[in-house]
T-cell receptor
Framework: KAGVTQTPRYLIKTRGQQVTLSCSPI?????VSWYQQTPGQGLQFLFE???????NKGNFPGRFSGRQFSNSRSEMNVSTLELGDSALYLC??????????FGPGTRLTVL | AQSVTQLDSHVSVSEGTPVLLRCNYS??????LFWYVQHPNKGLQLLLK??????LVKGINGFEAEFKKSETSFHLTKPSAHMSDAAEYFC??????????FGTGTRLLVSP
């Protein structure tokens, strides 16, 4: 089975712009979670989607949003980018159990 | 609320010697606990998972972890380190609705 894929792998944006990241889960997985990884804050949970519904959300401002499509693919969007949004964004997918499998991440740099 | 504490930010070992990465957890109920590994510029790879079936959990690449409820610990061990084990290791506890709570990570350095 193919693993979790994330596109693009690298992004460079400027402050004030918006960005959309994409995640394709492992085939058959209906839960997709997003995490932000930074040197200062470590790995932090953003949100989780299951069957197109957001079930859980972390402590991030409203500029961070996401959605899930009927084929379980997910996107996250960050609007009005700030320098502090520079991070590795990781997507993970899972079946009904809580074991999550991670993609390679998207490295976002905000200039 | 669930949390994990990784007791060492860096651990240095020589190739062929044992590895011990320490993790303590806090959970209001019987937790699911994981160890993930992250190699430089890579995503996270699942090493092993504990879900109350057995206290000693065997994972990939020769790693194992022992769940000790009395000590609220879930330490990761490997009998003999290999150069390819050099990476960052995360102890993780599962919260509600797939929310994973990560420790701050332990960087394992392996010298020849």
């Amino acid at each position: 089975k193919a693993g979790v894929t994330q596109t693009p792998r690298y992004l460079i944006k400027t402050r004030g712009q918006q960005v959309t990241l994409s995640c394709s889960p492992i085939s058959g997985h209906r839960s997709v979670s997003w995490y932000q990884q930074t040197p200062g804050q470590g790995l932090q949970f953003l949100f989780e989607y299951f069957s197109e519904t957001q079930r859980n959300k972390g402590n991030f401002p409203g500029r961070f949003s996401g959605r899930q499509f009927s084929n379980s693919r997910s996107e996250m969007n960050v609007s009005t980018l700030e320098l502090g949004d520079s991070a590795l964004y990781l997507c993970a997918s899972s079946l009904a159990s809580d074991t999550q499998y991670f993609g390679p991440g998207t490295r976002l740099t905000v200039l | 609320a669930q949390s994990v504490t990784q007791l060492d930010s860096h651990v240095s070992v020589s190739e062929g010697t044992p590895v011990l990465l320490r993790c303590n957890y806090s959970s209001s109920y019987s937790p699911s606990l994981f160890w993930y590994v992250q190699h430089p510029n890579k995503g996270l790879q699942l090493l092993l998972k504990y879900t109350s079936a057995a206290t000693l959990v065997k994972g990939i690449n020769g790693f194992e972890a022992e769940f000790k409820k009395s000590e609220t610990s879930f330490h990761l061990t490997k009998p003999s380190a290999h150069m390819s084990d050099a990476a960052e290791y995360f102890c993780v506890v599962s919260g509600s609705f797939q929310k994973l709570v990560f420790g701050t990570g332990t960087r394992l350095l392996v010298s020849p």
